[in-house]
């Protein structure tokens, strides 16, 4: 036990002397330019009415005791809302991962993921029986080669916005190479709902491809401001993972009390308020950077703009900085992306005010040489 301890503390050790020992902080009264709640809705569905039910837990898995009418419901209103023959509600977005990656492949069967996927993907991938490898970020040349040289069923998986570059993936070019060699795709859009089209509606809907993607990822821990996700696809495909997915057959299913915050998110989804003010901001954010400043951004028109510092010490450094100044904005260091390649992520919000947008602006523009 205490050699265990012993061996542990020393891996702890060994990250604090690179600077990548991770801790938490509590959220504080910082201007959020940090959370993933794009459209503000975790504090807009919090004024929505909550039901009052008999019972809190959802007492079981689906396959047990867990499973409702209410849930089935969501499920046929969530398929209509994304043009998708059925769905099925997973706990989390890192749950959906795990458990349709974990199970679609057999042992002959490729899986091809771009590498710059979310970790949730990667783990999902470990699962699997099948054989994988990676592609060039957004390089459909290099994926093209790769689908080429690979075996079995292929499923190439991508993000429709990357989640700490904040680009898109080149979505019609990767279907037409998935069509041409069969491939079955996969998009996690987790960054893309409520942020990507004119109604928030995802980068598949917004290219009308929907029935060229085999499977779609959405969460609701980010825009929607809830927590939860779902895959959207065939029936068979539901049905499969009813039967094969692990994370979804052995755990509790979801409370009625997320079941409503979903359905309340899609509600707010209707009104496109929030979506048209966080397109304005995005612009605004990226008018009031010098040229000089904005040129180091990857460059992107999502909620999420990356400065790339690379180097640990300089990111932190820099955080710190803008933190004095009032925002809350946190480096991203290695291991959670690639080591070189530390970075602010700064993530515009449609409540950001525009006097918090120009200010930050401001401060960046002073620090940024
Ligand atoms: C691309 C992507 N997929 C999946 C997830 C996991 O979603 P959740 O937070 O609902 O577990 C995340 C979360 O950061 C993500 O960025």
């Known amino acids: 036990m205490e050699k265990l301890e012993q061996a542990l503390q020393d891996k702890l050790d060994q990250r604090k002397e690179v600077s990548s020992y991770r801790s938490m902080v509590v959220n504080t009264d910082l201007v959020d330019f940090c959370s993933n709640d794009y459209l503000g809705y975790a504090r807009l569905l919090a004024e929505y009415p909550i039901n009052k039910y008999n019972r809190v837990g959802a007492t079981g898995s689906r396959l047990i005791s867990g499973n409702s009418l209410k849930i089935e419901k969501l499920e046929s209103e969530i398929a209509q809302f994304h043009n998708a023959e059925s769905a099925l509600l997973f706990n989390s977005g890192f749950d959906a991962n795990l458990g349709i990656l974990g199970c679609i492949a057999s042992r002959h069967d490729t899986i091809i993921y771009d590498e710059l996927s979310h970790a949730s993907i990667r783990d999902g991938i470990k699962l699997s ?161 010098y040229q000089s400043v904005s040129s180091k951004f990857i460059d992107s028109n999502t909620p999420i703009q990356s400065l790339v510092i690379g180097n640990t010490a300089q990111a932190i450094e820099l955080a710190k900085k803008i933190q004095e100044a009032d925002f809350f904005i946190k480096a991203i260091l290695a291991p959670t992306v690639p080591k070189g390649e530390e970075r602010l992520r700064i993530c515009i919000h449609a409540f950001n005010t525009e006097v918090e947008i120009k200010r930050l602006c401001a401060v960046l523009n002073e620090n940024i040489k």
Do not use: W
């Not at 040349?141 to 079995?152: C, F, N, V, W, Y």
């Not at 039967?243 to 209707?270: C, G, Q, W």
């Open 129 to 289: 029986l099948g054989k994988s490898f990676s592609f060039n970020h957004n390089d459909v040349k290099d994926l093209e080669l790769k689908i080429q040289r690979a075996s079995g069923q292929v499923i190439v998986v991508v993000e429709s916005v990357y989640s700490m570059d904040g680009d898109c993936c080149p979505l019609t070019e990767i279907v037409e190479v998935c069509q041409k060699y069969n491939a079955a795709l996969m998009v996690d859009e987790a960054h893309g709902l409520g942020t990507v089209g004119a109604n928030g509606e995802g980068l598949v809907v917004h290219h009308k491809l929907e029935d060229k993607v085999f499977a779609r990822i959405y969460t609701y821990g980010k825009s929607m401001g809830g927590h939860g996700a779902v895959v959207v696809g065939s029936s068979v495909l539901k049905n499969y993972l009813i039967n094969y997915a692990r994370s979804f057959i052995y755990t509790t299913a979801m409370p009625f009390h997320t079941v409503d915050v979903i359905r309340n998110a899609y509600e707010l989804l209707k009104n496109r308020k929030a979506i048209n003010q966080l397109k304005s901001n995005i612009q605004l954010f990226k008018r009031h950077l």
